[in-house]
């Protein structure tokens, strides 16, 4: 993956660090949604110096990644001819492989995302079972969404206002004036 270390341990401690993760954001605004919420993204993303696009890009990123993508790893990891091998693979493709989706939640200020992800990918390495795979990546899941929750708590859905859904006839009426240039 990346400069983030290795993780050596079982994934039963991946596991458990990922729960203490959990326990850490379920009921508190966590620090770097704090900073996030400020415009304060220690990377310096965000385009133009605005830090409206990192809400919007984690936003999309979370939702994505934790409800659909590592849901769907839950449910695949059910068929009965899926190989725990395969499935690791696969996981690992979507999550890390070309593009490192926890690397850019950490780029976009989710400070510890990028770790917390390594530690997931790399334990792994130590399952045995699908049963195990479950666990880990439930949990992982877990963490995933809780966080897109902060976020989707956050972001500014009063600025939709500016964007109104328009009537066909407004755009014919808009189209009759662009004709006259």
């Given at each position: ?9 079982h ?13 850490r ?19 310096g ?14 936003e ?43 690397e850019?939640m950490t ?22 079972t ?38 066909p ?10 004709a006259?240039?």
């Amino acid at each position: 993956m990346s400069a983030i270390r290795k993780f050596e341990g079982h994934w039963r401690e991946a596991k458990q660090e990922i729960d203490r993760q959990i326990d850490r954001v379920w009921l508190s605004e966590p620090d770097e949604i704090q900073k996030i919420r400020w415009g304060i993204i220690d990377s310096g993303a965000g385009s133009g110096q605005q830090s409206f696009s990192v809400l919007v890009h984690l936003e999309a990123y979370l939702m994505l990644v934790g409800a659909d993508v590592m849901y769907r790893f839950l449910k695949v990891s059910q068929y009965p001819d899926m190989e725990l091998s395969t499935l690791v693979k696969m996981t690992r493709e979507f999550l890390t492989g070309t593009f490192n989706v926890f690397e850019f939640m950490t780029d976009l200020g989710l400070t510890n995302m990028h770790e917390i992800g390594q530690i997931y990918s790399d334990a792994m390495d130590t399952l045995e079972t699908k049963e195990e795979y479950v666990q880990l990546t439930g949990a992982m899941m877990t963490y995933v969404v809780r966080m897109h929750r902060w976020i989707h708590f956050i972001f500014p859905w009063n600025l939709g206002v500016a964007f109104p859904h328009r009537k066909p006839e407004e755009v014919a009426a808009i189209s009759a004036v662009l004709a006259k240039v």
